[in-house]
């Protein structure tokens, strides 16, 4: 079974910084994709940054510049590091991993964590 698990979400002011983690805990041969979507109320889920095959990032543009993608492929864990936040990034933040396990590879999802840009 595979689990991933989301911290570092709160509350932040607008300008203000704030580190996510995402750890993937399991049977786990490899991991084939890791990273972030959010989803803001009323609107759809969306991606926000991800490490795709080959070690390549991709961003969303509107995040472009502020936030950064890191993992420890030792820890299974990947990173999102926002910096200069605001208010519209304002979202529940989900980990998704697509994963190779003994049963093959599915996507896997966090539980979410909630993160909150206000004065």
């Known amino acids: 079974q595979v689990q991933l698990v989301e911290s570092g979400g709160g509350l932040v002011q607008p300008g203000g910084s704030l580190r996510l983690a995402c750890a993937a805990s399991?049977?786990?041969?490899?991991?084939?994709?890791m990273g972030w979507y959010r989803q803001a109320p009323g609107k759809q889920r969306e991606l926000v940054a991800v490490f795709r095959s080959g070690s390549i990032t991709d961003y969303a543009d509107s995040v472009k510049g502020r936030f950064t993608i890191s993992r420890d492929n030792a820890k299974n864990t990947v990173y999102l590091q926002m910096n200069s936040l605001k208010p519209d990034n304002t979202a529940v933040y989900y980990c998704?991993?697509?994963?190779?396990?003994?049963?093959?590879?599915?996507?896997?999802w966090g539980q979410g964590t909630q993160v909150t840009v206000s004065s």
């Open positions: 399991g049977s786990i041969f490899s991991i084939a994709t």
């Open positions: 998704d991993a697509q994963i190779i396990t003994g049963q093959g590879d599915m996507d896997y």
